[in-house]
């Protein structure tokens, strides 16, 4: 197995938004209002929220073609009563959006993907019809000859299919037929995030299409890998069980609190200034529904929808390494096999090495080096830290394209 397939374990919005959008980060704060009123009685006894700990991946976030669950919008916050003097009430800078202004922007840029089996979302590219979305989506949507149908937030819906699809990261676009003058999202860049950054999730969860959910960015460089044994949870009643995804291993994951539940798959998740950072993916949850949501990065997105668009193919980064966890103190990745020839062959790796890092991030499992790997582009040179007899050496890599 090669460091390109999954490893084996224990082995300016648009332009409404005006010339001068808000800068990525936080959503805009509001100062309180002032007014004379009498202190609040404490609250009752007893009210502590409970915490929920952190969740093993479940499944990939798509849908099944269900409703009839609530998925809460932020708006702009209320206003907060002060005892103190009145004073002026304090506006928002010039060109800054509250969180409702920045999801009204962004709404008619995301659709709902529906077909026979199930249902997704998809952000557009083109006023002419190109949508981004995931593979898995694609998958489940275009069951009996790959047609499906789009929803746009006006309600107009059109026929869709297929120009192109990439299992290794994911992602896949297609064109809704017969449409001009789109709203299309504007690109951010991924590489600007910082955890804590506000997001919103935009899409549409449990076949409600247009839902908004609020969070933050919980970490970066998340490396995911969801599996063929994966299968979507539906509630029961609703009849079919989903398709089952065939499985992938996705490095450089974005990692958010935004809620995010089947159907978000293939939609929007957006920064502060109504820039798409990232495309939803997948959900950690104990239960169906919920959890903690991945997002592959825009600038991952971006590269292999232009290759889908211009070729309908993408090309991969092959290091020629297989690869499993390592078991002693130290945590990396343990090279098992090195294909002959590979850059990893040419560059002096050797069987029993033991990858630390790559680039800049570390490598913990084998999973790791999965996932970085098809994040790089042929021809691209890439450090790699290794162990070899308890000594630290680096070596830089040029990757060779996977045929």
């Known amino acids: ?19 001068a959008p808000p800068v990525t980060g936080d959503f805009p704060r509001y100062d309180t209002i002032a007014m004379e009123q009498p202190p609040p009685p404490p609250p009752p006894a007893g009210n502590g929220r409970r915490a929920v700990a952190a969740l093993a991946l479940a499944a990939v976030a798509i849908g099944g073609g269900v409703v009839g669950a609530v998925v809460a919008n932020t708006f702009r916050p209320e206003p907060v009563a002060t005892a103190s003097a009145p004073s002026p009430v304090s506006k928002p800078a010039a060109g800054q959006l509250s969180v409702a202004e920045v999801a009204a922007k962004v709404q008619p840029t995301v ?12 952000v557009v590219l083109s006023p002419d019809g190109l949508i981004l979305t995931n593979n898995h989506v694609v998958e489940g949507a275009g069951q009996g000859g790959g047609q499906m149908t789009v929803k746009f937030s006006d309600g107009k819906t059109a026929k869709a299919g297929v120009v192109g699809t990439d299992p290794a990261t994911d992602l896949a676009v297609i064109r809704a037929e017969g449409v001009s003058g789109l709203a299309k999202a504007t690109l951010g860049d991924s590489d600007a995030l910082k955890v804590g950054d506000s997001v919103l999730a935009i899409g549409s969860p449990l076949g409600l299409d247009g839902s908004v959910t609020a969070g933050i960015v919980s970490a970066l460089d998340r490396t995911l890998t969801t599996g063929p044994d994966q299968r979507q949870q539906i509630p029961p009643g609703f009849g079919q069980e989903q398709q089952q995804s065939a499985g ?22 957006v920064n502060a200034a109504g820039e798409l950072i990232g495309i939803n993916t997948a959900i950690a949850s104990n239960a169906a529904g919920g959890g903690v949501g991945f997002a592959i990065p825009v600038n991952t997105a ?22 499993t966890d390592a078991t002693g103190d130290v945590p990396g990745a343990l090279i098992g096999q090195i294909t002959a020839g590979s850059p990893a062959d040419k560059a002096g790796l050797k069987q029993g090495d033991l990858i630390t890092k790559i680039g800049d991030t570390a490598v913990d499992a084998g999973e790791t080096v999965v996932g970085q790997v098809r994040g790089f582009k042929p021809g691209q040179q890439v450090k790699i830290t290794y162990m070899r007899d308890g000594k630290l050496s680096e070596v830089t890599v040029t990757l060779q394209e996977k045929k």
């Open 111 to 122: 659709v709902m993907i529906q077909g026979q089996s199930g249902e997704g979302s998809g």
């Open 1 to 19: 197995m090669n460091a390109s397939e999954p490893h084996q374990h224990g082995t300016g919005g648009w332009s409404q938004l005006g010339s």
């Open 248 to 269: 992938t291993t996705i490095g450089g994951a974005i990692q958010t609190d935004a809620a995010i539940n089947p159907g978000n798959s293939g939609g929007a998740l």
């Open 302 to 323: 971006k590269q292999v929808s232009e290759q889908l668009i211009s070729t309908g193919k993408v090309t991969h980064a092959f290091l020629g390494v297989s690869v």
